[in-house]
C-alpha cells in the first residue's frame, strides 16, 4: 500500500516559518489534504487539494505539492499553532484514504 | 454548521464488538459520502471506511473481515460495528464527512475513546 512519511517532530520560535514535509513515491500525482490536531481535540482540515484553504483557516497556512514531496508552510508561526499535522492522500487505484504519521510542531 | 456527534458503548470486553454510531445535525446524509477514522493512544490516524447514502462501503483491507459501516438516512445517522476485538482495538475513533465527493476530510465529530479491556 502507499506510505507516506513525515519527520516525527519540528520545532521553531515564533514568528518563524514552518515547512512541513509529506514524502511518497511521486505524491505530487495525487490530491494532498492537511490536518491540524491539537491534543485532546478532533483534527482540523487546513489545506485540501495540495494548497487550497477551508473557510476560516488564516492566510498563514499554505501548501504545495511536486515530486516526490508535499509541504505545509505556516508563516509568522504562533503559539496557538502548535499541534500535530497531518497528511493524506486517497489511493484511487485501491480506493483507500492513508495518512502519514504525523509531525509535531513545537513553538518554543 | 455540520456537527457530527459519536455515540456508544465506551468499554468492551476483548473478542467482544464495537458498536458507534454517528449522528449528523445542521445537514443531511444525501450526496456525501461517510467515514469511520480512529486513533489509537499516542499513535496516528488510520482510515478504517466509508459508505455513501445508497448503501456504498469501502473498507481498509486491513480491517475489512472485522469493521461494518451503515447508514441510516431517515435517522440522519451512520454506524460502525468491530467485530473480535483486541486491546489493539483501543483507540479514539471519529466519524467524518468527506467534502467534494471522495475528497478530504472536511467535517470531523469529537471523537470517542473506545477502551477494549475485560
Known amino acids: 500500500s502507499y506510505v507516506l512519511t513525515q519527520a516525527p517532530s519540528v520545532s521553531l520560535a515564533p514568528g518563524q516559518t514552518a515547512k512541513i514535509t509529506c514524502g511518497g513515491n511521486?505524491?505530487?500525482?495525487?490530491?494532498v489534504h492537511w490536518y491540524q490536531q491539537r491534543p485532546g481535540q478532533a483534527p482540523v482540515l487546513v489545506v485540501y487539494?495540495?494548497?487550497a484553504r477551508p473557510s476560516g483557516i488564516p492566510e498563514r497556512f499554505s501548501g504545495s505539492n511536486s515530486g516526490n514531496t508535499a509541504t505545509l508552510t505556516i508563516s509568522r508561526v504562533e503559539a496557538g499553532d502548535e499541534a500535530d499535522y497531518y497528511c493524506?492522500?486517497?489511493?484511487?487505484?485501491?480506493?483507500?484514504?492513508?495518512f502519514g504519521g504525523g509531525t509535531q510542531l513545537t513553538v518554543l | 454548521q455540520v456537527h457530527l456527534q459519536e455515540s456508544g458503548p465506551r468499554l468492551v470486553k476483548p473478542s467482544g464488538t464495537l458498536s458507534l454510531t454517528c449522528t449528523l445535525s445542521?445537514?443531511?446524509?444525501?450526496?456525501?459520502?461517510w467515514s469511520w477514522i480512529r486513533q489509537s493512544p499516542g499513535k496516528g490516524l488510520e482510515w478504517i471506511g466509508y459508505?455513501?447514502?445508497?448503501?456504498?462501503?469501502n473498507y481498509n483491507p486491513s480491517l475489512k473481515r472485522r469493521a461494518a459501516i451503515s447508514v441510516y438516512t431517515s435517522k440522519n445517522q451512520f454506524s460502525l460495528r468491530l467485530t473480535s476485538l483486541t486491546a489493539a482495538d483501543t483507540a479514539v475513533y471519529y466519524c467524518?464527512?468527506?467534502?467534494?465527493?471522495?475528497?478530504?476530510?472536511?467535517?470531523w465529530g469529537q471523537g470517542a475513546l473506545v477502551t477494549v479491556s475485560s
Open positions: 493524506q492522500v486517497r489511493e484511487s487505484s485501491s480506493d483507500l484514504w492513508v
Open positions: 487539494d495540495d494548497s
Open positions: 459508505v455513501y447514502n445508497s448503501g456504498t462501503t
Open positions: 511521486n505524491i505530487g500525482s495525487y490530491s
Open positions: 445542521g445537514g443531511s446524509l444525501s450526496t456525501y459520502y
Open positions: 467524518a464527512r468527506h467534502g467534494g465527493g471522495l475528497g478530504q476530510f472536511d467535517s
